[in-house]
């Protein structure tokens, strides 16, 4: 399967915890987005990266949230102390420039904080 | 980030029914695509349109750009129960980068 794959699709963390995740997009998209989803809602925008340039972040990125895309191929989100309120499912995305509108999502990591 | 309105909320229907959908916004969008979710799954592409007054059709789903650039709908004829999930619309508003725009979407129903 050559789809954006996510991992861990779970995560369980206490208050205060760092936690990482990893995202996998299509071979040769060279776009990756990330973007955090809560029940009942649409999913946010959080910030994308072009190869390995991040070159946009939301206002939801607060300075406790990272990310990273070191060689401009899969990309890591680190969240640092974490809190209640960041429970909620984080889906990655990709595209191919220059059809970039076209963004093809993971399945998601779902993260609960207890 | 610039909010789209959904409707309906969710629908309930009976198997072989036709469904529409729509989304509309206060600002105007260069692209508009439609997306389906899964519980527990990310959303999965389903239409994407990149001009106003654009028509276009993926199997039994048919989505068109409004000609205002403010709103989008989504049909689907003769549903089945695989139909069932949630349908998101999103859009991509001019000199606003890549991120895209996501309605709360639409719960659908479909008892066989």
């Known amino acids: 399967d050559t789809g954006v794959s996510q991992n861990p699709r779970h995560k369980i963390t206490k208050r205060g915890q760092n936690v990482t995740f990893r995202c996998d997009p299509i071979?040769?998209?060279?776009?990756l987005y990330w973007y955090r989803q809560t029940l009942g809602q649409g999913p946010e925008f959080l910030t994308y990266f072009q190869n390995e340039a991040q070159l946009e972040k939301s206002r939801l990125l607060s300075d406790r949230f990272s990310a990273e895309r070191p060689k401009g191929s899969f990309s890591t989100l680190e969240i640092q102390r974490t809190e209640q309120g960041d429970s909620a499912m984080y889906l990655c995305a990709s595209s191919l420039s220059p059809s970039s509108y076209e963004q093809y999502f993971g399945p998601g990591t779902r993260l609960t904080v207890t | 980030g610039q909010q789209l309105n959904q409707s309906p909320q969710s629908m309930f229907i009976q198997e072989g029914e036709d469904v529409s959908m729509n989304c509309t916004s206060s600002s105007i969008f260069n692209t508009w695509l439609w997306y389906k979710q899964d519980p527990g799954e990310g959303p999965v592409l389903l239409i994407a349109l990149y001009k106003a007054g654009e028509l276009t059709s993926n199997g039994r789903l048919t989505a068109q750009f409004g000609i205002t650039r403010k709103d989008s709908f989504l049909n689907i004829s003769a549903s089945i129960p695989s139909d069932v999930g949630i349908y998101f619309c999103a859009g991509q508003r001019p000199n606003s980068g890549y991120a895209l725009n996501f309605g709360k979407g639409t719960s659908l129903l479909v008892t066989p």
């Open positions: 071979s040769e998209h060279n776009r």
